[in-house]
């Protein structure tokens, strides 16, 4: 049998790490602080919240529990569990298309990085003109070569581990690097906070401008969330494969998205201080951070030059590694469906997967500089593969993900799931509201956002 094969986590705490090691990472750091600049700060923010602890987290839970249950990739975990049914075995494979398609441009982003951590190595940032820091991006960005190969390089790089096996590649990856990344956000948000002009910056984050409140920042806030917490494309679940029978759920779902929510608005708030200090546009573009983040190096750099530099090293090292496992549980759930499905040897299928998302990913890339011009539906290819991926696809998934929990698994099987088999008491005393937002609340709030997105 083929799950017989299937590798399982250590414990507790190596599931949520590695949880949270899929979840936070360019979606926190980078996405997070872009969408609160583009729809409207502190309001984007509320409902960013709410939608995550009142959709995104049954969703979160809906999908561990299917890829525990069926003990299979996300792709065959519908199929299994539905008992081969078409419509479900034809969903499943959104599962494996959704994680191909984003893993492509998340790793244009990761790519930035990489180049940005190179800049810090030779200390660039410290030395610089603030102002000349922040506008460096607009140059590099619309260049063609590097940031191709800077994407693939980092493509490769992930691919690469992935190549290694889920234990070895991913634990020990998510370990180290997740505290020393929050540490330093901290860090940098206290000095950003100390920046002159950064108060505007922090009342932006605080103070709701209720008139900013469109339907579509609810479909904005719901993606964000779902993005952020890897939900709606076969992630969670195949993570869910590799989770103990006897885990509590409950409680690594809820840690996890805790985590996150947390990573993600520490992160707002070291950014936006910052871009307000440095008169950046807070609507800029998805280059917010590598605009806002060495304007700061290079104020700190001009009284502190050798620890702007190595904190700079230090930072853009750990959001590399934290995109790194978010892009390795992306092309994981496209390397474990063609290992299991089409029998192909996980080097293989590292080899397929990096040869085609790669090649996507190029096309993204050129999407800020030679192919700016190619626009369909009034947006360059990487705006439109993010906006198709995040407000649209990953909004079905999700939704389909957890009707099938709420609707389609037999309610027994699903308490069975939530409470561990009975192991845990206060579990089997929540279960009708989990059910409730389960079976009502999330999917149906699922479907009424999604429609926004087309009202407008
Ligand atoms: N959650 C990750 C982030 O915030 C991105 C990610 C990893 C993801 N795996 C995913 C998003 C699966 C959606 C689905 O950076």
Redesign the pocket.
Known sequence: MVSKKREHFGGRVAVILAMAG???????????PYMVGEHGGAVFIIIYVLSTLLISLPVFLAEVMIGRRSHTNARDAFARLSRQHPFWKTAGYLTIL??ML??SY?SVIGGWSLEYLFKSCGFAFSGMAPEAASTLFGSFVSSTWTPVLMHLLFFAATVGIVAGGVRSGIEKFSKIILPVLFVLIVLILIYSVSLPGAGAGVRYLMHPDWSQLTPRTFAYAMGQS???????????ITYGSYVNKKENILVTSTGTAVF?LLF?ILAGFAIMPAVFAAGIEPGACPGLIFQSIPYVFAKMGATLPVLSGIVSIVFFLAVIV??MT??I??VE?GVSFLMERARLSRVKACLLIFALCGGVGVLCSLSFGPLAGVKIAGMAIFDLLDWV??NIL?LVMALLAVAFVGWILPRRVVHDEFTSHQLYPFNDRIFPLVYFLLKWVAPIAVVIIFFTNFIL
């Open positions: 899929s979840a936070i990472g360019l979606g926190n750091i980078w996405r997070f959704i994680p984003i893993s998340y779902f993005f952020s917490l890897s939900l709606g494309m076969g992630a969670i996150d993600a934290a995109a978010s892009s549980s992306l759930v991926c995040s990953l």
